[in-house]
């Protein structure tokens, strides 16, 4: 008897992980494969175990409409679900260890790809004229940006949005740590997007992250005559075989590129924002003379 067959659609049930933020991209191929193969797995061993879905679905604690979304491809499965498969079937840490197979495929396909090079760049050095960068952002700060957005973001992609954001943090975590160099604007430090309580939190942890030895934090100030950003944001990572990568609006529409040429032109222009910002100690006291205002 198919999945299909065998689902029992409950719509008075409450499904523990059926919540926004767990829906594959339709436009993802990758996830899309992956998730469909982790799915079939889970039929299959669900129907070597001789357990129905709705059988399957009682005993785990989870609605059969979630069973089927989840082994017919439709939903990304939770880690605590797999585990709960894994014992529920007796798969002996078989099931559990496809977490590593999904682990990724929550996030957008562009932030995949954006924290693969992170997750390789040896020094990062990174400029946003518009908000506090992605990688320095609270939680609630991330959420309250996307929420301002228009078109309005559903609720699924602002989730999957803030754990890629998350996600993309662990490289503060790296050993050996990268060296990571960001300017800030200090509008972005001045207004209270999101409410007083969320700036007030992000401006605690950018006094956190700036204790981080590998970590320079430099705020451009608002009287300045000059600034080198006016053409917009700049990313450059490099990393451990010479080779680097930039990305920048002003340069090739925004489009990454690693031509030496284009290169120096973006590391020329954060070169001389880096001189036009207050050095990491004048920043570091501007950030907290902005806390205790707020």
């Known amino acids: 008897m198919s999945v299909s067959d065998e689902a029992v659609r409950v719509g008075t049930e409450t499904d523990r992980t059926d919540e926004p933020g767990w829906e594959v991209d339709p436009d993802d191929d990758w996830a899309l494969a992956v998730v469909a193969t982790v799915g079939r797995q889970l039929r299959l061993r669900r129907e070597a175990a001789g357990m129905r879905v709705g059988d399957f679905a009682a005993a785990a604690g989870y609605g059969a409409d979630l069973v089927y979304k989840i082994e017919t491809g439709k939903r990304i499965p939770r880690p605590e679900y797999l585990d709960t498969a894994d014992e529920v079937l007796n798969a002996g840490g078989l099931i559990a260890a496809m977490q590593e197979d999904v682990k990724k495929v929550r996030y ?31 939680s609630e700060c991330t959420r309250a940006l996307l929420s301002m957005r228009r078109p309005v973001y559903s609720a699924e992609e602002v989730e999957r949005f803030i754990a890629a954001r998350v996600a993309r943090k662990a490289i503060f975590e790296r050993n050996p740590a990268p060296d990571l160099s960001f300017v800030l604007e200090e509008w972005t430090l001045r207004r209270p997007l999101g409410g007083r309580g969320v700036l007030r939190g992000q401006l605690e942890h950018l006094l956190e992250s700036a204790q981080l030895c590998n970590v320079e934090l430099q705020v451009m100030p608002l009287e300045r005559y000059e600034h080198a950003g006016v053409d917009g944001g700049i990313e450059v990572l490099k990393f451990e075989d010479g080779s680097a990568v930039g990305r920048s609006p002003a340069v090739a529409n925004g489009r990454a590129v690693s031509d030496p040429r284009q290169l120096r032109i973006l590391e020329l222009r954060y070169g001389i924002i880096r001189a036009q910002a207050l050095t990491p100690r004048e920043s570091t006291a501007l950030i907290e003379q902005l806390l205790g205002e707020t």
């Open 108 to 138: 957008p396909k562009k932030v995949r790809d954006l924290a693969q090079l992170e997750a390789r760049a040896v020094e990062l050095q990174l400029y946003d004229p518009l908000h506090v960068h992605g990688l320095l952002q609270t």
